[in-house]
């Protein structure tokens, strides 16, 4: 019997639609339709009459979108491209500059202060290593020391040993955004040892504390030095009114400091290292430009006749109770100062002790009126206009009438009868009067000839130094000369000088009547160790050798006749010519006439003129007022150490004397 084969399972068919679903005609069937079989289930199924057909979905296509993601993506990469092209090509040195000053340092390269030093290289002022004291700001935070009060427990360990206000360091400390601070300027080693020993203690101290749970820093281990160099005056207050002093900022503030301090600075120089958190990195390198050190200045001065002329000028000012005094000592051939010694003086190297009254140089910044050393000026002229000799006689009354007013000597007298050499020994105001109103047919005339000799030989002029407040002194034109004026100006009243020009008044007499321009410096030696000389002063002739030599041999009378008032100032074995010097002195402060000015001027040796010493002192209020008494042996003392010094020997020739006085009807 055959197998029976299986019944066929019934696979559905695809799914129609259109006329097949709705009974419609079939292909081969005629184009009739086909009856529709209805099942129960799909009887439910059916359209209603007038409904529309199911609603088909279909996927929306995705390409819009990718175009816009595309767009937008090649937007942004663009963008990107831009900025790189700008940061890398455009503005690529600019953005390396700020990284470049964000990652590098620059720090000044302080230059090494010039020495100055005395005619002999001597040091007068010189520089020291010192350290500027530094902080790190941030290393005083909580942040970083975890403790509350870092700042002020530094400060009170700092400021004892700068030496400043605690105030003022905290507040450095406290410095916001900082990463550096300057505590200090200049200290002295002593003084980082010192902050360095703290350090190293309280290091150790916050190392045990971190076994402990602290927080192992210590106060002060932000605190750091930078080196730097400090002036210092090896000889205290010697010649501190030639040198000067510099300020806080290592700058001169007066003096010779201050005159030739663009000489001395030199030019600083820059160190840029790489840091980060304010601290250097060692492997990074570094790029140097150094410093040029300043150039080294060579004074005329001596030192040791500067310390003689100093220790002099103090003694009599103390001893006569006076406001202040100056000695000027100057070679007489060559117009160098050998020394200016003031007093009273103050010690460069603390300043703050210092008078500031007493800070200047006042044998340069002081204007005074003379006195009688003037008158040498006034006899000059009337030699070398050929108006009287040195035998002239002149009688002089016990009082002048001349202008608006009665004019007399110092000491009242007799009529004198002395000789115009006389008139010069015996410091005769009136005698000086009537000499000098000999200078032209009318009194006009001669004063307009007798301010052309104060003129020639310096007064209101500047003294050729260039030295920082000098000051000129006062001359009126002659025009401007008061009645009074043109009677006193001759005999050193009405016309004002410092203590250099009357210096260099004397030092031109003993010149041969050349006057040559006072100088201070001799030299310099630059950085490559060069020395330059000085450009040589200028030299004005302003009266004949024959005028110059007499006036001498009449100056010698004052020092050395026994009827001269300048007898003090004698010295054994040398010839002295010299003039002294008592006026009333105006006082700065009321503009009235108070007190006296008393000074002595001269050289030696008289007959071949080597020294020229000035001296003068102000407002003495104790003992004598007059010039040849307080001041004449102030010039002894300073003469003769200076003739010493320099090993000047006596000429050994004898002095010619000139008559003083002669006999009426004579």
């Keep these: 019997m055959p197998p029976k084969e299986p019944p066929r399972r019934r696979v559905p068919g695809p799914a129609r639609s259109g006329p097949e679903r709705s009974g419609g005609a079939r292909p081969g069937n005629g184009g009739r339709p086909r009856p529709a079989t209805v099942r129960p289930a799909q009887a439910s199924r059916r359209p209603r009459p007038g409904a529309r057909g199911p609603r088909r979905i279909r996927l929306g296509s995705p390409r819009p979108r990718l175009r816009l993601i595309g767009l937008g993506l090649t937007l942004v990469m663009l963008a990107f491209v831009v900025r790189l092209l700008q940061v890398q090509a455009v503005d ?30 001597i040091a007068l002022a010189t520089s020291v290593d010192a350290y500027d004291i530094t902080a790190d700001p941030f290393m005083f935070t909580r942040d970083f020391t975890k403790v509350p009060d870092a700042p002020e427990q530094a400060a009170e360990l700092l400021a004892p040993i700068l030496g400043v206000d605690r105030a003022g360091l905290v507040a450095k400390l406290k410095t916001p955004k900082s990463r550096y601070t300057v505590l200090a300027r200049r200290q002295t080693p002593q003084v980082w040892n010192q902050i360095k020993d703290l350090k190293n203690v309280l290091a150790r101290k916050a190392s045990k504390a971190k076994a402990d749970g602290g927080s192992g820093v210590s106060v002060l281990s932000g605190v750091f030095q930078d080196a730097s160099s400090k002036r210092v005056y090896p000889n205290g207050d010697l010649a501190a009114g030639i040198l000067g002093y510099v300020n806080a900022a290592g700058r001169g503030a007066g003096g010779v400091e201050s005159m030739l301090d663009t000489e001395l600075a030199g030019q600083d120089g820059q160190i840029s290292y790489a840091q980060s958190g304010g601290r250097r990195v060692p492997t990074a390198g570094s790029r140097e430009k150094p410093a040029v050190p300043g150039s080294d200045i060579e004074l005329t001065i001596d030192r040791d006749i500067q310390w003689a002329a100093q220790k002099a000028i103090a003694d009599q000012v103390k001893e006569s109770k006076a406001e202040r005094g100056y000695v000027v000592v100057q070679n007489s051939r060559t117009g160098e100062i050998l020394a200016m010694a003031n007093a009273p003086g103050f010690d460069p190297n603390d300043l703050s002790e210092a008078d500031a009254a007493a800070m200047g140089n006042a044998a340069l910044q002081d204007a005074y009126e003379p006195g009688s050393t003037s008158k040498v000026m006034s006899m000059a002229a009337v ?81 050729g130094l260039g030295y920082p407040g000098e000051t000129r002194g006062l001359l009126a034109k002659p025009t401007d000369w008061s009645t009074s004026q043109q009677y006193t100006i001759p005999f050193g009243q009405g016309l004002s000088l410092n203590a250099v020009q009357a210096t260099s008044v004397f030092s031109t007499i003993a010149n041969g009547g050349v006057r040559v321009e006072p100088t201070l410096v001799r030299g310099t030696t630059g950085p490559d160790g060069r020395f330059t000389a000085a450009p040589a002063p200028e030299r004005t002739r302003v009266v004949s050798e024959k005028t110059a030599k007499t006036v001498s041999t009449m100056l010698e009378s004052v020092v050395g006749d026994e009827e001269g008032t300048g007898t003090k100032a004698r010295i054994p074995g040398y010839r002295v010519a010299g003039k002294t010097g008592t006026a009333n002195r105006v006082d700065p402060e009321l503009g009235v006439y108070r007190g006296y000015t008393a000074s002595f001027a001269g050289f030696a040796p008289a007959d071949d003129p080597r020294i020229t010493v000035y001296c003068a002192i102000q407002k003495p209020t104790k003992g004598s007022h007059f010039g040849g008494q307080i001041c004449g042996p102030t ?21 010619a004397r000139l008559p003083v006085t002669f006999k009426p009807g004579e």
Excluded at 386 to 401: F, W
Excluded at 404 to 410: C, P, T
Excluded at 637 to 655: D, H, I, N, W, Y
């Design 92 to 121: 690529a040195s600019e953005f390396a500059a700020k990284a470049e000053r964000s990652r590098y340092y620059t720090q000044t390269v302080a230059a090494e202060r010039g020495e100055i030093t005395d005619r002999a290289g």
């Design 635 to 655: 010039y002894k003392k300073v003469m003769e150490f200076a003739l010493k010094t320099l090993r000047v020997e006596p000429t050994g020739s004898k002095p």
């Design 383 to 463: 030699l070398e206009e050929g108006a009287a000799t040195p035998g002239t006689h002149v009688v002089v009354p016990n009082r002048l009438h001349r202008g608006d007013r009665l004019f007399k000597d110092d000491v009242d007298h007799p009529t004198w009868y002395l000789t115009l050499n006389g008139v010069l020994a015996k410091s005769s105001n009136i005698g000086t009067i009537m000499a000098t109103g000999e200078l032209g047919r009318t009194q006009a005339e001669a004063n307009k000839v007798l301010h052309s000799y104060l003129t020639k030989f310096g007064i209101g002029r500047p003294t």
